[in-house]
């Protein structure tokens, strides 16, 4: 049986390393299958050799993210813990430093939580153009419009522009009632949702009546030039080549563009190509231009998801 102890400056991050009924220091203990005692301001590790070590350098990167003010959460914990199984855990103050992307209608501050996020980001502040590539959950669409909002109420831009294909998953267009905006709306609620969140929906009205903010199928953007705008493209794997061109055409002066999608969620018909697929290949290596790849290990939705993405990708790689 080995033993460490880690000397813990301030109790209110011992309760907070702790949580709600012991949650956060369970987990540790059940990854690790080590025993966490807290004895004043001391907490001491016990079991066998490297789990105990793993256990400790997983509780500084909790600390540290606790002393500079983050707070800890299921997928934060998970994540940490996948850092130091990668031996990446000197990493935690990459993600720290992110710093805030904008404020929520709530007061809540958006900022990447891991380090796939935290490129994707960076990307997005440094390049024209943008190609966010991953599963559901890695925060593609909300961190790119947590940048657009910034950018606009920066004064950055005049513009936010996002916009979708309108394709069907398993039912048709003419089956939903209304007129077209009316039939397209479902396709776009994501994008509203995200909008809500940032803007408050009374800001996010009052800037669409503007014109400051537009929601659209990608089919309204043909024939277009978009200056001063932040343009953002979801779901973009289910548009054709020649959408996808049409659409980084349209690229005006002083303009940004995010393009994300899943590969993995195609909904197109059979014989037709992903237009983002063909555009990863291809814009590669241009300058001002940047493809980021996101992973499971970015998703920060509920941790069942991760398993069922890794449960798929087994199921593609076994195909």
Do not use: W
């Not at 997005?124 to 599963?135: C, D, F, M």
């Not at 996808?244 to 690229?251: S, V």
């Not at 970015?298 to 195909?319: F, M, N, P, S």
């Amino acid at each position: 049986m080995f033993e460490q102890i880690i000397d813990i400056e301030r109790i209110e991050h011992l309760v907070n390393l702790f949580g709600n009924f012991d949650e956060n220091v369970k987990r540790i203990e059940s990854e690790y299958e080590v025993q966490i005692i807290s004895h004043g301001n001391q907490l001491k590790i016990r079991g066998e050799a490297l789990a105990v070590s793993k256990a400790a350098r997983t509780v500084n990167c909790l600390l540290l993210m606790l002393n500079r003010g983050e707070s800890l959460s299921p997928q934060n914990i998970d994540y940490v813990i996948s850092m130091v199984e990668d031996g990446e855990e000197n990493k935690v103050t990459h993600i720290t430093d992110a710093g805030c992307i904008c404020i929520t209608s709530k007061g809540r501050p958006v900022r990447p939580k891991t380090l796939g996020q935290k490129r994707y980001v960076d990307a997005i502040r440094n390049n024209t153009i943008t190609i966010g590539v991953g599963p559901a959950g890695t925060g593609k669409t909300y961190l790119a419009v947590a940048q657009a909002v910034s950018a606009f109420r920066s004064k950055q831009v005049n513009r936010i522009i996002l916009t979708r294909p309108a394709v069907e998953a398993g039912e048709k267009l003419g089956f939903l009632p209304g007129d077209l905006q009316q039939k397209v709306d479902p396709y776009l609620r994501p994008l509203y949702d995200a909008l809500f969140d940032m803007m408050g929906a009374e800001n996010f009205q009052r800037a669409q009546e503007r014109g400051d903010i537009e929601v659209a199928p990608l089919a309204y953007m043909r024939g277009r030039t978009l200056d001063d705008s932040f343009i953002i493209l979801d779901e973009a794997q289910n548009t054709t080549s020649e959408q996808m061109k049409m659409f980084l055409t349209r690229l005006g002066f002083n303009s940004k563009v995010v393009v994300t999608g899943d590969v993995t969620q195609i909904d197109l018909p059979d014989g037709k190509t992903s237009g983002l697929k063909q555009a990863v290949k291809i814009l590669k290596g241009i300058k001002d231009i940047s493809i980021v790849a996101l992973t499971g290990k970015d998703v920060v939705r509920h941790r069942l998801v991760q398993e069922i993405i890794k449960a798929y990708e087994k199921g593609e790689a076994e195909k």
